[in-house]
């Protein structure tokens, strides 16, 4: 269930702020950010669309779909599943296993598949929206 | 973040910014204890599982917000209206009890006004009065006789 590369792989995260950069690169985090924040709900539901994972599987999954590359730590991904089942979107059970501690499954709801299907049309007539005007400005400059 | 590395610490220090009345407080603690237990049988250092959860107030303050501001339904708004009510009124329940059930001022005024045979009875501030015979003034019977009402039974 849980890959040992990707687990090694998510260490490299890092809270790096008094590096000396200049502030451009903190500009350029704080977009990654507010891109990330309006896509995480969409990043949980569609790793839940194959069947219910409890948490840290969730986590582990991100991490290995994605090489690592969407940064997404641990703080940020359970207050999200947190919400989406909050809002009704997934549902939860409890598991305690033979030895270990307790895991919280999380599943998607009906409504959960609804709104990943509104989310995924949206982030994608978005990105198309936004690769077309781009293209377009790289012919008038 | 000024705690000791223990995942019982960090996990306290996400506690403590949620309410008590939280109800899903334990939930929550028992789940990122079992990540941490994860993580850490994943042969990961507390430190580094601890920095991946960040900031622990940051942590629980994100939990806070992620709870949809979503109107409760109708009934259970009511009830909740009333349940609010419902401590003022075993408060105010008493006195009001005991003024209904005795005299009120205007009865009280009127039976000394009679015993006395006075026929007009001014309230001295707000009569517009600027002077008069203070043997005139009943003020004290008033207050004895109303307070022997309410009193008593």
């Not at chain 2, 939930?27 to 991946?52: F, M, P, T």
């Amino acid at each position: 269930m849980i890959q040992p590369a990707a687990a090694a792989s998510v260490s490299r995260f890092q809270i790096s702020t008094a590096s000396g950069e200049p502030e451009r690169s903190d500009e350029r985090r704080s977009i990654e950010r507010e891109l990330k924040r309006g896509s995480l709900e969409l990043i949980v539901l569609h790793l839940l669309e194959p069947g219910e994972a409890y948490g840290y599987e969730i986590v582990a999954k991100l991490t290995a779909e994605t090489n690592g590359a969407l940064e997404v730590t641990d703080g940020t991904l359970y207050p999200v599943l947190y919400r989406l089942e909050r809002s009704g979107f997934v549902s939860i059970r409890w598991e305690t296993p033979a030895r270990g501690v307790p895991r919280k499954y999380y599943r998607l709801t009906d409504a959960g598949r609804g709104e990943l299907a509104r989310l995924k049309n949206e982030w994608t007539r978005f990105a198309s929206a936004m690769t077309t005007m781009l293209g377009q400005n790289r012919g008038t400059r | 973040m000024t705690f000791a590395p223990t995942s019982e610490r960090y996990i306290q220090l996400v506690l403590d910014v949620m309410p008590r009345s939280m109800p899903t407080r334990t939930e929550i603690a028992i789940e990122l204890r079992g990540h941490i237990a994860e993580r850490l049988g994943g042969g990961q250092k507390l430190e580094d599982v601890l920095r991946q959860l960040g900031d622990p107030v940051a942590l629980a303050e994100s939990y806070l917000a992620a709870v949809p501001l979503v109107s409760a339904p109708f009934w259970r708004r009511a009830a909740a209206k009333v349940l609010d009510v419902f401590p003022v009124g075993i408060a105010i329940a008493p006195p009001v009890w005991l003024l209904l059930r005795s005299e009120g001022l205007t009865a009280v005024v009127e039976r000394v006004a009679r015993a006395r045979g006075v026929q007009l009875v001014f309230n001295r501030s707000e009569s517009g009065l600027h002077w008069g015979d203070p043997a005139l003034d009943i003020s004290d019977e008033l207050v004895t006789q109303l307070n022997r009402a309410t009193s008593a039974p």
